[in-house]
């Protein structure tokens, strides 16, 4: 987080705060290891704690992990903090506790840990990490979702729904789609966002015959669709939201419910028009700015009365034209309802499309405003993803995960929504996780043993021929005895090196290695075609996250073993 206001500066500083202080000159300035409130009287209303900010691990042993953590920025009402191990509670803490021991891990057992505040409403701060979200109709992934919610470093999923699809008839309700997501959830601990999808261009068929209608020319293909502030459409959406919280706002498994109502460019968020259509809708509907905002502050109201038992969504969606109204709403709805309403966005991804909508609509005002808000509020972002579009549409927005995911926590992010056919790709994970514990979900890998004591032991290794041709292939013969079990990643890695630099490798992981095991294997290598001529070194190792410990005939110990070397030439 680099960014803060001058109104927050004022707010955290005393004397002669600037307008244009840094985050880092913010903090040096502060009361250390407190909060900023605990030095005065409430700012803001404070009815969700906020999440504990730099969780991590102290020290980690096979015997006992250590973690700490700092108070987040708004303290006064906090009465504890509990922390989780895998998505379970584990342990409640007094609200001055600052650490946490856990002596109850395995040796070799991999682990994710995170800590919630408590206030004295025995509410607690918001999940943070990486929640799934599938896009504008979450069932058509429904086949892939417990393999997504299951992983361990997702820490929940969104669910997004048509209103149409859960009142396909008016008073007529179809909740099947919402409750199964959200069992699949709880069957993991996880948690859910709640993402009604708005009322326009999504209303139900028996309600848009009965609603103004207009063109937003070719923004993301859609076309005639409901004037999302026609009193009609506001009335019966009203109607469905109120029914949606009489159904879902005690639900412990919710985490956050998005506010509701579109904007006019057919959005999910608060967005205003663009100066091309502005003039068309002030002439067609007698549109305004005020009674944009004066519709917006009626959802607000109705979710107070209707979700009152959960924390809100506001997802801020402007562009540089659009920037007054819009936080407007955000300052408005932050002071009367304070850590309730989260705020949230879109736009980091790394690429030249993203690129030139931060400069052109104003995504670096949206996402600098937000980090703005991180001390009063949880707030996160959409990730469009490497698999994003709609319906054809709206293509052209692959990006870097990796500069999306940094994008995310350089602006404050408490939580990330990650498409879900990227949460499936393999490669992505070390930037998820290095995300998710940035965020305060973190990784804990235990080591196996004791430094000294040995649970591998090399009966024999031999290679097949010293001397390969570039493009060839080298072969391998081990046998192994397992004096301890490993737990199933154990993966067997055979490298071949020439100073410090792998120039080929050959990792498998073979069926579980159990204590008292013996395992004799053969393994080819396979030698690239554009090595070059020269001698090179093969090791042999094991690794389970860290590398373990093995022990040789010759009674010496190390992580990994020389077997032997060859000579790469053209024969």
């Known amino acids: ?111 994710y840990y995170m800590v919630r505040a408590l206030n004295n409403k025995d509410r607690e701060s918001g999940v943070v990490g990486l929640f799934a979200y599938n896009g504008y109709k979450a069932a058509n992934g429904a086949k892939n979702w417990e393999k997504v919610i299951k992983k361990p470093f997702v820490s929940g999923v969104t669910i997004s729904f048509f209103w149409g699809d859960v009142e396909p008839e008016k008073g007529k309700f179809n909740w099947k789609h919402i409750d199964d997501l959200i069992a699949l959830a709880a069957k993991y601990n996880k948690t859910v966002g709640l993402w009604p999808y708005m009322p326009s261009p999504w209303c139900p068929k028996w309600l848009r015959d009965k609603v103004k209608k207009y063109d937003t020319g070719k923004l993301r293909c859609r076309m005639n669709i409901p004037y999302p502030l026609d009193p009609v459409i506001k009335q019966e959406w009203k109607r469905f939201i109120t029914e949606l919280g009489r159904k879902y706002n005690k639900n412990p498994h919710i985490d956050y419910v998005l506010v509701g109502l579109s904007g006019t460019s057919a959005m999910h968020n608060n967005t205003l028009p663009a100066p091309r259509q502005f003039e068309l809708l002030k ?83 949206n996402n600098e405003y937000i980090a703005d808000q991180n001390w009063r509020t949880m707030s996160g972002y959409q990730m469009l993803g490497n698999s994003w579009s709609i319906n054809g549409c709206d293509t052209g927005r692959n990006g870097s995960m990796k500069i999306a995911l940094e994008n995310g926590i350089d602006f404050g992010a408490n939580w990330l929504e990650i498409w879900t056919p990227d949460l499936m790709q393999k490669k992505y994970i070390k930037y998820f996780e290095k995300a998710a514990a940035q965020m ?60 410090l630099k792998i120039c080929a490798t050959a990792d498998f992981i073979p069926a579980q290695m159990k204590a008292g095991k013996k395992l004799d294997f053969t393994r080819k290598v396979k030698i690239p075609e554009s090595l070059a001529v020269g001698t090179y070194q093969i090791i042999f190792g094991i690794s389970t996250g860290s590398r373990v410990m093995m022990s040789a005939p010759d009674g010496k110990s190390r992580n990994h073993f020389l077997i032997g070397f060859i000579n790469v030439k053209n024969q």
């Open 1 to 111: 987080m680099k960014y803060i206001s001058k109104s927050i500066a004022m707010i955290l500083l005393t004397g002669s705060a600037l307008a244009d202080s840094t985050f880092d000159e913010v903090m040096k300035s502060a009361p250390k290891d407190e909060s900023y409130q605990n030095a005065s009287k409430p700012m803001v209303p404070q009815p969700f704690p906020l999440p504990p900010r730099a969780l991590k691990t102290t020290s980690v042993t096979n015997k006992a992990v250590i973690l700490s953590w700092r108070p987040p920025f708004l303290s006064r009402e906090i009465s504890g903090y509990k922390v989780y191990r895998n998505f379970t509670p584990i342990a409640t803490l007094s609200k001055n506790t600052r650490a946490y021991r856990d002596a109850t891990v395995k040796a070799g057992d991999e682990y």
């Open 283 to 365: 002439e067609k509907f007698n549109y305004s700015v005020k009674e944009h905002i004066a519709a917006w502050k009626e959802m607000f109201e109705l979710y107070e009365k209707v979700f009152p038992d959960q924390q809100w969504g506001y997802d801020i969606h402007f562009t540089n034209e659009e920037m007054g109204p819009a936080i407007a709403v955000a300052e408005w709805a932050l002071e009367k309802y304070g850590s309730r309403v989260r705020v949230m966005n879109e736009g980091l991804n790394g690429n030249e499309w993203y690129r030139v909508q931060w400069k052109l609509n104003g995504w670096k005002l």
């Open 440 to 499: 305060g979900l973190v990784k804990v890998q235990v080591p196996l043993t004791g430094k000294h004591v040995e649970n591998v032991e090399i009966c024999n290794a031999a290679l097949a021929g010293s001397t390969v041709n570039p493009g060839g292939e080298l072969m391998l013969k081990i046998g192994l005895k397992i004096n301890e079990t490993l737990p199933p990643k154990a993966k067997i890695f055979i490298h071949v090196i020439k100073g």
